[in-house]
């Protein structure tokens, strides 16, 4: 009898895992696709096409530093409300009036997010940006180690305000806003 009972009670624990597993599945989808309309609905507020193709991605890229370049504009003296102001003769740049160093290419980063503020600057307008042969490009996830060591630089020197604003799935944004949030 108590085999019995003891085998009874493992099918109630098997499908209680069964269930439980079903239900993570699902919470896991739900998540995922929560994830993708926060995506399209970021995108429909800065004006930016619905979906994007690595092609679409790669030519945005080249368009976006071909018009820097023909533009010969400098990076602004000051964005994000005038918060964060940049030297481009020392490379410096400086939050509420005081100087945070960066790395050279932690700078590049933001030259480029400057330049694009208030636009989505994907991985492929990055890497083209810092590294100008192709042969020359290391692994896109580097990109991602830039991003990171800038943003916590920034958000070190600011008392916690966040400049470099992320995009699921399309890249990072650099708002150009009279206030910026954490601040």
Not at 84 to 102: K, S, T
Not at 110 to 115: D, G, N, Q, V
């Amino acid at each position: 009898m108590a085999e019995e009972t003891l085998s009874a009670r493992l099918v109630e624990v098997e499908s209680m895992l069964e269930r439980s597993r079903r239900r993570l599945e699902e919470g896991s989808r739900l998540v995922e696709d929560a994830h993708k309309l926060l995506a399209e609905l970021q995108q429909a507020l800065i004006g930016s096409p619905r979906v994007v193709s690595p092609e679409d991605s790669e030519e945005a890229a080249s368009r976006l530093l071909q018009s820097l370049k023909a533009s010969g504009g400098d990076m602004p003296e000051t964005l994000c409300g005038g918060r964060l102001a940049v030297d481009q003769v020392q490379r410096l740049i400086r939050i509420d009036g005081h100087p945070i160093g960066i790395t050279e290419m932690e700078y590049r980063v933001l030259e480029l997010l400057a330049f694009a503020r208030n636009n989505v600057v994907t991985r492929a307008m990055l890497l083209k940006h810092l590294y100008r042969r192709s042969d020359d490009q290391p692994q896109p996830k580097i990109i991602d180690v830039f991003i990171s060591k800038l943003r916590k630089k920034l958000r070190n020197a600011s008392g916690g305000a966040e400049f470099i604003e992320t995009i699921p799935q399309r890249g990072w944004i650099l708002r150009d806003i009279g206030a910026t949030s954490g601040a």
